[in-house]
C-alpha cells in the first residue's frame, strides 16, 4: 500500500512519507535507500548536500532499478552556497545522477562565508561559526526561484525557518515556498508556526520525528499507552499523528525491518488514531513536556519558540 500523498501550493503531490537520510554513514545509506524503493514502497528521498552522502543516496536510488520518474527527490541548499545556488544544485544533481530535483529546499537560513576557511562550518579565529551577515535572504530566495524557471527543480521550499525569518524572504518572492521542514513531533508541536504555515498554504515537513537517538519520545507513557490501545508500536503513532495532521513525515533508519515497519505501521496508524488519540498527543508539550533535540550552535536569533539552546559566544 503506497504512502498517501499531500497536494503542494503548485499542484505537485508530495508522498507523505519519505526515507530521512541524515546521519545515515555513506556505506549504509546506499542499500537503505535501494531497499526503501524496492522493497518497502517509498517513493520519497530526502537528502541533502550537508550529509555529505549524496553520491550514495544516487547509488541506491539507481540500485533500486525504481525509475526516476516515479521518485519524490528532495535535496538542500547548504549555508556557505547562499550566494553560488546554481553551483550547489548542479553537484547535488550530479551527486544523485538526476537532472532535476522535485524539491529543493534552504537548509538553514543562515548564510556562511562561502570563502571561509573550511567548506561546510566556516569559523572565525574566535570559534565562532563564520556567517556572512550582509548576505539577504530575499537573494538566496531570487536564485533559487530562478532554478524553477530554468526547469533544474520542480518545487522550492526551506527548512528551519520561524516566522521572523519568513518575514525576510516572503514580501518580495515570485515563488511562495511550497514547504518548511522542521523538527515536529509531540513534543516540538510548533502548533502557531503550523496554523502561520497553514495560512500561507505552506506545507510543514518533519524531521527528527521520532526525536533523536535514545528519544523519549519513544516511550512516553502517553504514547505508549495509545500504541498498546490500537496493537501498533509508538513509532507508528508518532508518525501517524504527523500524517493525520497533513505533515509530511521523514523518519530516517538504515534498517529494514525498521524502513519497511516505518512504512506500513504509520499507514495502519493513520486509519486507527481517534480524535482523543490526536488532541491528547497535540497537548503533551503544553503538559510541560515541550523538548526541541535539534538545536545547532548557531551565532544568530533564529526566531523559534523554545529554542533553548544558549547563544554561542566567542572564546577568548
Not at 217 to 231: C, E, F, G
Request: aromatic residues 8%; glycine residues 6%; proline residues 8%.
Amino acid at each position: 500500500m503506497p504512502a498517501p500523498s499531500i497536494k503542494l501550493n503548485n499542484g505537485v503531490e508530495i508522498p507523505a512519507i519519505g526515507l530521512g537520510t541524515w546521519q545515515s554513514k555513506p556505506e549504509e545509506v546506499v542499500s537503505a535507500v535501494s531497499y526503501a524503493l524496492k522493497e518497502a514502497g517509498y517513493r520519497h528521498i530526502d537528502c541533502a548536500w550537508g550529509y555529505s552522502n549524496e553520491k550514495e543516496v544516487g547509488q541506491g536510488i539507481k540500485q533500486s532499478g525504481v525509475p526516476r520518474s516515479e521518485i519524490f527527490i528532495t535535496s538542500k541548499l547548504w549555508g556557505t552556497y547562499h550566494s553560488r545556488v546554481e553551483e550547489a544544485l548542479d553537484e547535488t544533481l550530479a551527486n544523485l545522477g538526476t537532472d532535476y530535483l522535485d524539491l529543493y529546499l534552504i537548509h538553514w537560513p543562515v548564510p556562511m562565508n562561502p570563502k571561509g576557511n573550511h567548506p561546510t562550518f566556516p569559523t572565525l579565529p574566535n570559534g565562532l561559526r563564520d556567517v556572512d551577515h550582509s548576505w539577504k535572504l530575499s537573494d538566496t530566495w531570487k536564485q533559487m526561484e530562478a532554478m524553477v524557471k530554468k526547469g533544474k527543480v520542480k518545487t522550492i521550499g526551506i527548512s528551519n525557518f520561524s516566522i521572523k525569518k519568513m518575514d525576510e524572504i516572503l514580501p518580495t518572492a515570485e515563488i511562495i515556498p511550497a514547504v518548511n521542514q522542521l523538527e515536529l513531533h509531540p513534543y516540538n508541536p510548533q502548533h502557531e508556526l503550523l496554523s502561520y504555515l497553514h495560512s500561507k498554504g505552506i506545507v510543514p515537513e518533519a524531521y527528527s520525528p521520532l526525536g533523536s537517538t535514545n528519544s523519549p519520545l519513544l516511550k512516553d507513557d502517553v504514547v505508549v499507552r495509545i500504541a498498546q490501545k490500537h496493537s501498533v508500536q509508538p513509532s507508528d503513532v508518532l508518525l501517524g499523528w504527523l500524517v493525520a495532521h497533513d505533515i509530511v513525515a521523514l523518519p530516517k533508519s538504515v534498517t529494514p525491518s525498521r524502513i519497511a515497519s516505518n512504512m506500513t505501521g504509520t499507514i495502519s496508524a493513520v486509519g486507527k488514531l481517534d480524535k482523543e488519540d490526536i488532541v491528547e498527543l497535540d497537548g503533551l508539550a503544553a503538559s510541560g513536556k515541550q523538548k526541541r533535540f535539534i538545536m545547532p550552535p548557531w551565532p544568530v536569533d533564529l526566531g523559534f519558540d523554545n529554542w533553548t539552546a544558549p547563544m554561542p559566544t566567542a572564546k577568548e
